[in-house]
């Protein structure tokens, strides 16, 4: 299974940025997904889920209201849109793919059992 972000980038506060997860190598459209992020310094959190056919998800708190999670499976893409970046929004952001058909939607990370390399997100103020 592969996992590959893209999107990321500079950006100044209150702007936008759209991230992409492509996938590969297995039947992706029956997996939930998610967005993790990790700042320097600190350990990787959770940002967003999405389950198999994109009819349900949850975003963490902090990112309530700004971020959307979407998935295309015709495409096998998964997409991040974020609204009214902020400074604290810096971080590099990684896609990721559950390891079971029983995880239905999951914030938590050891459910998740394929990752992306990352893409770098860099919010100015």
């Known amino acids: 299974v592969q996992l590959v972000e893209s999107g990321g980038g500079l950006v100044q506060a209150g702007g936008s940025l759209r991230l992409s997860c492509a996938t590969s190598g297995r039947t992706s459209s029956t997996y939930t997904m998610g967005w993790f992020r990790q700042a320097p310094g600190k350990e990787r959190e959770f940002v967003a889920t999405i389950n198999w056919n994109g009819a349900s998800t949850y975003v963490a708190d902090s990112v309530k209201g700004r971020f959307t999670i979407s998935r295309d499976n015709a495409q096998n893409t998964m997409v991040l849109q974020m609204n009214s970046l902020k400074p604290g929004d810096t971080a590099v952001y990684y896609c990721?793919?559950?390891?079971?058909?029983?995880?239905?939607?999951?914030?938590?990370?050891?459910?998740?059992?394929?990752w992306g390399q990352g893409t770098q997100v860099t919010v100015s103020s």
């Open positions: 990721a793919q559950a390891g079971s058909l029983r995880v239905v939607r999951s914030s938590v990370r050891s459910d998740y059992t394929y």
